[in-house]
Each structure stands twice: as structure tokens, then as C-alpha cells.
């Protein structure tokens, strides 16, 4: 008979809490088999399938399109143009937050040189901070 690990054994085996192994198996991502006790048991093969979801995750895909990504392979169907599909769309997908967070990057640096020459203020009762109101306002200028 194969070798079967119950969750801790699995976990440590693999480097990982067994809260990790129980949830994955909770959303179908792994697939344990029961004892006649009830207990979860994996096969080393489980492992292998653990590798990739961890090198799916680490490449950005979701455990959502990870478990379609298996579902697929599991009926018979290359997954592959899927997962270049998801992988351009997640590239593009960076691609605009990088730009956003470029732009936010050079707001706040603007922000930064501008307030280093402005003196501290006080609230008074129309304003709370006339550092980000007077940013406001030039930023709302330069559109």
C-alpha cells in the first residue's frame, strides 16, 4: 500500500501549518482520503499537488483559478491556454497598479518638497491640516 500521512504528518512533510492543509482540503483543493476513523489521510502525490498550488500562488493566480486550473486537468482538458489567459490578464492587471502607484509615488514626493518649505498650521475650525488643503488645491490646478 502507498504511503498515507494523516494532516500533521502531511504538514510537516510538506513545511507548512496543518491550518494550511485543512483549509485547502475544506475548498476541494486537496482531495484526503478517510480513514475508517475518520481521519484525513494523504498520499504523497498530495504533496506534489501542494508544490503547485503554492507555485501558482507564488506566480499570483488565485486559489479560485487554482481549483480551475485542477478541475480542468482533472476532465481531460489542458489547462494551459487558461493559464496563459489569467497570467497576460494579471500581467496587465500590475502593469495599471504599477502605473497607479508610480503616480501616487510622484504626488507624494511633490507633496513632501512642498510642505517641507510651509509652516505647521493650526486648525481653525475651517481647516484640519492646511498642508493636504493647500495640496489640494494645487493639485486640482494642474488637472
Known amino acids: 500500500m502507498a504511503e498515507v500521512m494523516t494532516v500533521n504528518q502531511f504538514a510537516k512533510r510538506a513545511g507548512v501549518a ?18 475508517g476513523s475518520g481521519y ?60 497607479e502607484l508610480r503616480a501616487l509615488q510622484r504626488r507624494m514626493e511633490r507633496a513632501a518638497a512642498q510642505w517641507e518649505e510651509m509652516p505647521d498650521g493650526m486648525p481653525d475650525g475651517d481647516t484640519v491640516c492646511h498642508l493636504i488643503e493647500f495640496l489640494g488645491d494645487v493639485e486640482t490646478r494642474k488637472r
Not at 492543509?21 to 478517510?34: E, F, N, T
Not at 507555485?55 to 486559489?63: N, V
Not at 483559478?65 to 489567459?85: D, M, Q
Open 40 to 99: 484525513k489521510l494523504f498520499a504523497v502525490a498530495d504533496v506534489k499537488r501542494l508544490h503547485f498550488i503554492h507555485r501558482a500562488k507564488a506566480l499570483g493566480f488565485t486559489l479560485d483559478e487554482i481549483a480551475e486550473i485542477f478541475h480542468e486537468s482533472s476532465h481531460g482538458k489542458s489547462p494551459c491556454p487558461r493559464v496563459r489567459e489569467i497570467i497576460r490578464r494579471r500581467i496587465d492587471e500590475n502593469r495599471r497598479a504599477l502605473d
Open 18 to 35: 496543518p491550518h494550511v492543509i485543512r483549509y485547502y482540503a475544506r475548498i476541494g483543493l486537496l482531495k484526503p482520503r478517510r480513514s
